[in-house]
């Protein structure tokens, strides 16, 4: 297990602000009044002020007991030191469980789905996100990343475990020149590699191209799965 902490309202990268900001915004589209939520790996409390206000009752779990304190202090909201792992909460008791850049923190990600799925109630939804990748491994750019599991690994499990599983697709839209050239790498030979620059550096027209949907039109960043109704 390892940690890694970004608070949109303070982070300098402004690449990763509009990422986490539509993610919470997809996840948002899902929350109903009445629901029970889970939000595993609250972190600094950053999404936990937005769902508390939006729920019937909220429960945050997070690892690392100094980001507890941070995230109590931020939304007087019931987090609790604990390892999405190993969850200590009763089968079936949640409506809604919100897993968002966990998974891949855990070394044992299919601890983490097993836990959401004993956890979530038999018509409950669940939405959690990790990095997509075609197969599974270690990172080799965040150290933080023990194993992010590939796109099929992950889909197949859920697939086992739910009745509904909606997958969709965090990506940076590109036109078709666009991929094929990122395709070959040729972006700087076509006069194509400002606009990818601008977007590691959070320049807003280009993050205004990320988008969220059930197909990629363009590169892949994060995989997001929306599941319900338990089998």
């Not at 390892?2 to 309202?9: C, G, K, S, V, Y």
């Not at 959401?116 to 990748?133: E, K, N, Q, T």
């Not at 320049?203 to 799965?225: D, N, Q, S, W, Y």
């Amino acid at each position: 297990m390892t940690l890694e902490r970004l608070d949109i309202h303070s982070c300098e990268d402004k690449f990763q602000v509009a990422q986490h900001r539509g993610r919470y915004d997809f996840a948002l589209q899902y929350l109903q009044p009445a629901d029970s939520v889970l939000e595993i790996g609250t972190g600094l409390g950053v999404f936990t002020e937005e769902l508390c206000p939006r729920c019937a009752s909220y429960t945050g779990v997070e690892y690392d007991e100094a980001a507890c304190q941070a995230a109590r202090q931020r939304t007087n909201a019931n987090v609790l030191q604990g390892d999405a792992r190993h969850l200590s909460f009763p089968d079936n008791h949640f409506s809604y469980i919100i897993c968002l850049e966990v998974l891949e923190h855990l070394g044992d990600w299919k601890a983490g789905v097993t836990g959401i799925h004993r956890c979530l109630s038999p018509d409950g939804r669940a939405v959690i996100s990790v990095p997509w990748r075609r197969t599974g491994g270690k990172s080799a750019t965040n150290e933080y990343h023990l194993y992010e599991p590939g796109e099929r690994e992950l889909v197949t499990m859920f697939n086992a475990l739910f009745r509904k599983v909606d997958v969709f697709y965090q990506y940076f839209e590109e036109s078709a020149v666009m991929t094929v050239a990122r395709g070959l790498h040729i972006r700087r030979f076509l006069g194509l590699d400002r606009i990818y620059a601008d977007l590691t550096r959070g320049l807003p027209e280009a993050t205004a191209r990320l988008r969220i949907g059930p197909v990629a039109k363009g590169m892949k960043l994060v995989l997001i799965i929306a599941a319900s109704g338990k089998k």
